[in-house]
Structures are given as C-alpha cells and as structure tokens.
C-alpha cells in the first residue's frame, strides 16, 4: 500500500451507466491529481485539485466530473462514456507546496462495453 | 503538449549489466523525476532532481540533468530481475500553486535472469 487508496480497481460500465472512481490519501497532502493511462500513450493529466480547489481541468470532456469534498478524498463521477475512454485512471497526491515526488494509487482498470 | 520522451522506448538486457535510459523535454523547468511502473500498476516515486543540480544518486541509481540539452538520463547499475519495469520522467515546469508534473512515453526494461 501506498497511502493512496483507489476504488474499485476493475470495473466494467456499459455506455448508459454511471459509475464513480474514489481515491483516498490519508498522508496529509494537499493536492490530489487524477491521470489517465492508455495504450500506447504517456499518461494525461486530467484534473488538478489543491486544497480542495480546482487548479486544472486538462480540456477534459463533461462526461467525467470530478468531486473533492476534502484534501483525503477525490472522486471522478462518468457517465455516457465511450469506448475509447476504457483506461487505466490513476490517481495521485503531493504535498502541494514546493518540489516534490508524487504518490500514486494502484489505478482503477476501466472497460467501457 | 507531451513534455518528455523518454529513449530507447524499450530496453532488454541481462542481469548483473547496467541500464540506461534517456528523456529529453521541451521547455524550462523546476525539477524532473524519475517514476517506475510495474506491469498494470500505479507509479512509484524514484527520484527529483531539481533545475539547478546535474547529478543525483539513490542506491542503485543515478541520474543525470542536462539543462542546456534539456535532457535527463537514469542509469541503473547492477539490474536485477526485480527492476523489469516501465520507467518514466516526468517534468514539472513550476510556476504554479502546486507542482505539476507532464509525463513522458516511457522506457520499458526488462532484465532478463
């Protein structure tokens, strides 16, 4: 275990469903970072929370919604998704302020059918 | 924009012999790191170097910034089958509340026994 927990790590969701990945960090960062991970592809940056405050949303399309009730817990919400967002979403933390390594979770394996 | 490239893309090489891998990158930055990631799982944190330092060690590695070359490199000594790995850098331009970092295509190594 890292300290960043994501939840569920596989999942499966036809394109009508609506699904939320949860991730949890109880190391007292402040930021909180959602990446996806295709094949073949670098990992994408997709939104950016510092204290609970959105600093970055990539241009990522409406059908994925992120929520950060607090700095411990991030969410990202999906619905009507296609099939070419079936990813690897990774979830990441830091300590916000200043240079510093990022900590990552396991990752939510996602298949959109 | 994509940021780093990491060079070769993939690396195969015996037990026992050192690994090397290259990332270059496109514009000014804070710091660089160095991530592993093992088949299908979250990334780990390896090392930071920041702008103004040109070498870094860690065990068993060593990295290396080159500024003016806008280029990075890792070398693993004395690899063992335990590092078979995707490596990636990742850069963080700075500048902003929270470090954000842009990461790279990867580098996948296998050691073979």
């Known amino acids: 275990e890292t300290g960043v927990t994501q939840t569920p790590r596989h999942l499966v969701m036809g394109m009508t469903n609506k699904k939320s990945l949860k991730c949890e960090q109880h190391?007292?960062?402040?930021?909180m970072y959602w990446y996806k991970q295709s094949a073949k592809k670098p990992l994408e940056l997709m939104f950016v929370?510092?204290?609970?405050?959105?600093?970055e949303n990539n241009s990522v399309p409406s059908r994925f919604s992120p929520e950060c009730p607090n700095s411990s817990h991030l969410f990202l919400h999906l619905h009507t998704l296609q099939p070419e967002d079936s990813a690897l979403y990774l979830c990441?933390?830091?300590?916000?302020?200043?240079?510093?390594?990022?900590?990552f979770g396991s990752g939510t394996r996602l298949t959109v059918v | 924009s994509q940021q780093g490239e990491e060079d070769p893309q993939a690396l195969s090489i015996q037990e026992g012999e050192n690994a090397t891998m290259n990332c270059s990158y496109k514009t000014s930055i804070n710091n660089l790191q160095w991530y592993r990631q093992n088949s299908g799982r979250g990334l780990v944190h390896l090392i930071l170097i920041r702008s103004n330092e040109r070498e870094k060690h860690s065990g068993r590695l060593r990295v290396t910034l080159d500024t003016s070359k806008k280029s990075s490199s890792l070398l693993i000594t004395a690899s063992r089958a335990a590092d078979t790995a995707s490596y990636f850098c990742a850069t963080d331009a700075g500048g902003g509340a929270t470090n954000k970092l842009i990461f790279g295509t990867g580098t996948l190594l296998a050691v073979q026994p």
């Open positions: 990441a933390s830091s300590p916000g302020r200043g240079p510093a390594g990022y900590t």
């Open positions: 190391l007292g960062h402040n930021a």
């Open positions: 929370y510092n204290f609970k405050e959105q600093t």
